[in-house]
């Protein structure tokens, strides 16, 4: 089992900004990547931004030059630094990691999301 905690969440105002974390745990072998997904009512989940081990990294188009994906792959963590938010920008967030565990099998796990609200 490979268990995702986030946290960072809230409201804040246009214009603000934000960080996400997201740290993994339990029965990890390696992670391939980490990534940051979002969704409001009535629409799919969406990807926000992705990390993977080599360092490449792939954005939405509505966040490019806005939001920062970063990683500490010693602690298994993803972080997500929002700037320059906007309305259209609230959602649950949920943080999302694929690779091996221990028993070298594949996992593919989703926290349990976090709610950021822009509005003034």
């Known amino acids: 089992q490979v268990q995702l905690v986030e946290s960072g969440g809230g409201l804040v105002q246009p214009g603000g900004s934000l960080r996400l974390s997201c740290a993994a745990s339990?029965?990890?072998?390696?992670?391939?990547?980490m990534g940051w997904y979002r969704q409001t009512p009535g629409k799919q989940r969406a990807l926000v931004a992705a990390?993977?081990?080599?360092?490449?990294?792939n954005y939405a188009d509505s966040v490019k030059g806005r939001f920062t994906i970063s990683r500490d792959n010693a602690k298994n963590t993803v972080y997500l630094q929002m700037n320059s938010l906007k309305p259209e920008d609230t959602a649950v967030y949920y943080c999302?990691?694929?690779?091996?565990?221990?028993?070298?099998?594949?996992?593919?796990?989703w926290g349990q999301g976090t709610q950021v609200t822009v509005s003034s």
């Open positions: 999302n990691a694929k690779g091996y565990n221990l028993g070298l099998r594949i996992f593919d796990s």
């Open positions: 339990g029965s990890i072998f390696s992670i391939n990547a």
């Open positions: 990390l993977t081990s080599g360092g490449n990294t």
